[in-house]
């Protein structure tokens, strides 16, 4: 096995607190946790070009949905690993489709070979393995408001090594919005590799129609973007990328020639005049992606609908949450967004999703430049995408039970904290944290609130830093009142996002213009609702944390 011992240059800001959650009653189990064997020629990847599908999918009954992994891996023709999670079947990472107050329960074997330690045991109590290796894996169920207890969604303490087997129970709150989320290994130091590996899938919480009448009946596409090493390791300058891109593990190739503009993107087939839902993850572990639909060059409508994994407007109304239209919309690591686009008109001689470049001297020490994600192909006829899960249910009535993250922000503010940035520029990748007040630290102080909602307002101090910052908030949501790139001196109005949302804010600090992303997976302590205050040097997050460790 290779391993790259990378460090992602973001600040994880993890919080802890505790809080009443309502999970489904009955407790779910399954009596089969035998070992899942290995599955023949594991792994498979689709040639650049190819016509894009959705991924295939797995759906609950009854309100359960047992799935049997086998976690896998193989070598590519240039050396590179790939990972997978594979059914009996020979479904690759399949969608895993629920419904609110369902239960998920996973088994999972790590068929992949044995490896040495790599750290010391990790302390008790322990879930699985404590001992970690360079072959250990766990899953995190990205974006889910679940329980983080042993055998659920806990990711601190869950250790699966070569040839264990460990079953999951994870319940779906009854609340738990509708909309996309994603799983992953999460052990750390491992995650990166993992996930590039290609180890990662779509969670779909059904029922976003209740929601969101305006995707009633449309046909969704389910698109999964992924990053890996670029073969040969080139020199990341002008269109060569510092981590190549996949959607749906259709690998989009990138030129070798820093001034060429030749990349190879999938076909996507659409019908002419029609509407269709696209669910976009970024589940790339380093590449940022600032999506745009365009027709000839020319940037096309977006209509948001959800954005990590939560309705636009539908927490704080009676009726079904409003639309949101942009041109473009940036995609943090780990971010989710979903929208409505059209097809293009015959006119149109190329129309294609693309990402929108982000030099290094914005994501902090990665080339991403811009690039195509997709070509789109207009096609009469009957295509073979109209299966099981790829049409959106029929509206009925509005969903009066999703209500997970309504009152948060008209909660009272508890405590105010100024959180500065720094980092470490002596290390290669720069090491990025923060700082309260003036001693350095990784962590923000847990929340022990003594009722609920708690809201607290940060303010970030100068930035200390000399580049730019992506900041993931690990366990927190933010509902956000700005929905675009504000700069401090920009004059246009802002627009509220009251469901969670992934926010940036563009600011110009004391050495020089710098860009903070705050983003919202959610993987399990809090939920945040954010109001933005921007000044030339700071803003202010106000959030409220409503559910954490079981």
Request: hydrophobic share 35%.
């Amino acid at each position: 096995m290779r391993f790259q011992s990378r460090i992602v240059a973001s600040v994880g800001l993890m919080l802890v607190s505790v809080a009443a959650v309502s999970f489904a009653q009955d407790v779910k189990t399954d009596d089969d946790i035998s070992p899942v064997l290995p599955v023949a020629n594991p792994c498979p990847r689709f040639s650049a070009g190819s016509v894009v599908h959705n991924p295939p999918a797995l759906f609950s009954s009854n309100g359960v949905l047992q799935v049997r992994f086998s976690y896998q891996h193989r070598f590519d023709s240039d050396g590179t690993e790939l990972l997978c999670f594979m059914t009996p079947g020979g479904l690759e990472d399949p969608t895993l489709h629920v419904k609110p107050g369902d239960h998920l329960i996973i088994t999972v074997t790590n068929n992949t070979p044995s490896t040495p330690a790599f750290m010391p045991p990790l302390n008790p109590p322990n879930c699985g393995n404590p001992q970690p290796t360079r072959s250990s894996i766990n899953i995190h169920y990205h974006g889910t408001n679940t329980s983080p207890a042993c055998h659920q969604d806990n990711v601190i303490k869950t250790v699966i090594n070569s040839g264990e087997t460990f079953q999951y129970n994870l319940a779906f709150p009854l609340d738990e919005p509708s909309g996309l989320y994603w799983y992953h290994p999460h052990i750390h130091m491992l995650a990166e590799y993992e996930t590039q590996a290609g180890a990662t899938g779509a969670i779909i919480v059904e029922g976003i129609e209740r929601q969101q009448p305006a995707v009633s009946g449309l046909r969704q596409r389910v698109f999964v973007v992924r990053d890996q090493l670029v073969p040969g390791n080139p020199a990341p300058i002008g269109n060569i990328p510092s981590f190549d891109l996949t959607l749906n593990y259709i690998p989009i190739t990138s030129p070798t020639d820093p001034n060429s503009n030749i990349f190879v993107p999938p076909l996507l087939r659409m019908q002419p005049g029609t509407r269709e839902f696209w669910r976009v993850a970024n589940s790339a572990a380093d590449t940022i992606l600032d999506i745009q639909y365009v027709f000839d060059g020319v940037p096309q409508t977006m209509h948001l609908v959800a954005v990590d994994g939560v309705p636009l407007n539908s927490q704080d109304s009676t009726g079904p949450g409003s639309l949101i239209d942009v041109t473009h919309f940036t995609l943090p690591n780990a971010s989710r967004v979903e929208f409505i686009v059209s097809a293009p008109p015959s006119s149109v001689q190329l129309a294609q999703l693309i990402t929108m470049g982000i030099a290094s001297v914005a994501s902090g020490i990665y080339n991403d430049p811009r690039r195509p994600l997709l070509t789109v192909q207009l096609t009469v006829g009957n295509e073979d995408d109209n299966g099981q899960g790829n049409m959106v249910g029929t509206f009925s009535a509005v969903s009066t039970t999703q209500k997970r993250f309504a009152g948060l922000g008209s909660a009272p503010v508890a405590v105010k904290r100024t959180v500065f940035f720094n980092e470490n520029v002596n290390e290669n990748p720069p090491q990025f944290f923060t700082c309260k007040g003036s001693r350095s630290t990784y962590s923000i102080p847990m929340l022990r609130p003594t009722s609920w909602p708690r809201k607290e307002r940060w303010k970030s101090g100068p930035s200390r830093t000399v580049r730019s910052k992506i900041t993931h908030f690990t366990s927190i949501r933010f509902t956000s009142w700005w929905n675009r790139r504000t700069t401090s001196n920009s004059t246009a109005p802002t627009r509220r996002l009251p469901s969670t949302a992934s926010t940036w804010i563009r600011s110009k600090f004391h050495s020089g213009t710098r860009t903070l992303t705050m983003h919202s997976p959610a993987s399990r302590s809090a939920s945040i609702s954010a109001g933005m205050t921007l000044a030339i040097s700071s803003f202010i997050a106000t959030f409220s944390a409503t559910r954490t460790w079981a």
